[in-house]
């Protein structure tokens, strides 16, 4: 029986789903409030959020927060679309899904790379 | 004057239906009657012709599976009480299977998979008979007795969407047998079950839908053993990493 | 003769059982968490292009259809996390020799990790924010 590569895919889901269901809500809930909490001197604001992006550590964060994500959504759409009969070839829709996560996540690490 | 209930049975007879079709039973209601009294009611004394398998009557021999107003239910095990005052019940054959002749499903599917993943205790070195049993502590058989209460009645392949979808897939009995085997102290079989539990349709086409532990009459949790089983193909997955990205993964 | 009626699974499968549509609610949260994720990215690369481009895309938040995905997203996050945290008893089994926890408190030390952190995350932020603002 062949082995299937899904353990890369099902890891990577994992633990966006980890985060998602540990930081989710009161991520969302912060960055919609962010406008009005930073209305008050909005360039200190924007120093306090570069500060955050200038640490190491704060670049190894914001990216589990964006990439994790979209692995951990990419896939359950991957998945999903399955579900609904959707008529497609496996392998390109591989490519969509985990393609495009990782050069999502890729370009998101060059931005952090940037800052 | 005894109450009645209406029963409406899926019929299908392969020698003149090309579909399955409906029809529509009144079965003297007592407190006491299950889905199973009912359809023997019907056999017996109304319709002879009527087909539906089953043996033990008390959810041990797990050949009654029908689905009951869409629910895959052992026959002997649901009651009509309990489904009074919400119009009349219907039964059908189990979701998922070839359909033989009216409620009797061709489960024939389930037994191969059942044998694929090899649920016997597989010994390195078989010990001989006169040195007695394999022993084993309580303990370490409450690591595997839930998923051991199988009765192989096929409700959860009928609630699998995955199966459903994809015969192909070793489906919820099977890969929770195989977990049964593979958590049990005695066995030393699990590198050989692995490579089913590795495949695209072993533990992966999983989505953890979750629906076959609701069905269960034997509370055995499928969804919980595939998972787990994930986990370990995971950790087999990355253990054989090295060999795997230089294409000599015989694991 | 042997001639079995094959039942194929129609499109519509999940619409036929409340189980189904609990499971194809919970996969959909991945689509307004994905929308969520992008908004995520276009905040990080408005920030590479300068403060300008920065405050510009905080004030962009204001408008309503933002304010509408977040709300989505936030429904999303937290329905996610429910069912997450149901399932993970079932995957994270803690009983070899040594140490042995039960499924319950695996779930328990879950949900209060998950409120913690997520409380945590929020509070943290308005401190950092109202520390920088000076207000």
């Known amino acids: 029986m062949r082995r299937s590569h899904e353990p890369i895919a099902w890891s990577l889901f994992g633990a966006g789903g980890m985060l998602l269901a540990f930081f989710g809500p009161g991520l969302v809930l912060t960055t919609a409030l962010l406008p009005w909490l930073a209305a008050g001197d909005p360039q200190a604001a924007h120093a306090a959020i570069g500060a955050l992006l200038a640490h190491p550590l704060g670049k190894v964060l914001v990216l589990a927060c964006i990439a994790l994500p979209l692995f951990h959504t990419l896939h359950r759409i991957y998945h999903g679309l399955h579900d609904l009969h959707l008529q497609a070839p496996r392998l390109p829709m591989q490519l969509l899904c985990y393609g495009g996560a990782t050069l999502l996540s890729a370009i998101s690490a060059w931005w952090l790379l940037l800052v | 004057m005894t109450d009645k209930v209406t029963v409406r049975v899926q019929r299908y007879r392969p020698e003149e239906d090309a579909a399955p079709w409906e029809q529509s039973f009144e079965v003297p209601y007592s407190e006491d009657l299950s889905i199973l009294d009912a359809l023997n009611q019907i056999k017996d004394q109304q319709d002879p012709t009527l087909s539906h398998r089953w043996s033990c009557r008390m959810a041990i021999c797990g050949s009654c599976g029908v689905m009951v107003n869409n629910e895959p239910r052992l026959a002997c095990k649901t009651f009509l009480r309990d489904y009074r005052d919400r119009g009349p019940v219907q039964v059908r054959a189990l979701d998922n299977f070839p359909i033989e002749r009216d ?134 997955y990355a253990v054989n990493l ?8 015989n694991a | 003769m042997r001639k079995p009626y094959v039942q194929r699974q129609r499109a519509d499968w999940w619409l036929r059982n409340p189980a189904y549509r609990r499971y194809m609610l919970r996969e959909a949260t991945a689509l307004p968490l994905l929308l969520y994720a992008l908004l995520l990215m276009s905040g990080l690369y408005q920030f590479t292009r300068g403060e300008a481009a920065f405050l510009a895309w905080l004030a962009l938040l204001r408008s309503p259809w933002l304010l509408a995905l977040h709300g989505l997203a936030l429904a999303a996050a937290q329905y996610h996390a429910v069912t997450w945290i149901a399932l993970v008893p079932k995957i994270l089994v803690i009983d070899s020799d040594r140490l042995r926890v039960s499924p319950a408190t695996v779930q328990r030390v879950h949900q209060l990790g998950a409120v913690t952190c997520n409380a945590g995350l929020l509070v943290l932020a308005l401190l950092l924010l109202r520390a920088a603002g000076g207000y």
């Not at chain 2, 085997?181 to 050989?192: F, M, V």
């Not at chain 2, 090295?242 to 993964?249: P, Q, V």
Request: glycine share 10%; charged share 20%.
């Open chain 2, 103 to 236: 409620l009797v499903s061709d489960i024939s599917g389930l037994v191969e998979h059942l044998e694929t993943v090899q649920p016997w205790l597989i010994r390195a070195r078989e010990s001989p008979v006169g040195e007695g049993a394999y022993l084993q502590t309580p303990e370490q058989m409450q690591r595997y007795a839930a998923f051991g209460q199988c009765i192989n009645c096929g409700l959860c392949y009928a609630a699998c969407p995955q199966f459903g979808r994809d015969p192909a897939f070793l489906g919820p009995g099977a890969l929770a047998l195989a977990q049964r085997y593979n958590l049990d102290s005695r066995d030393e079989g699990a590198a050989q079950r692995m490579q089913w539990l590795n495949a695209d349709v072993g533990v992966w086409s999983c989505t953890f839908v979750g629906y076959c532990s609701e069905v269960c009459p034997k509370d055995v949790d499928p969804a919980a053993a595939i998972n787990r089983g994930k986990v370990a193909s995971d950790l087999n």
């Open chain 2, 242 to 249: 090295f060999n795997i990205l230089r294409g000599k993964d």
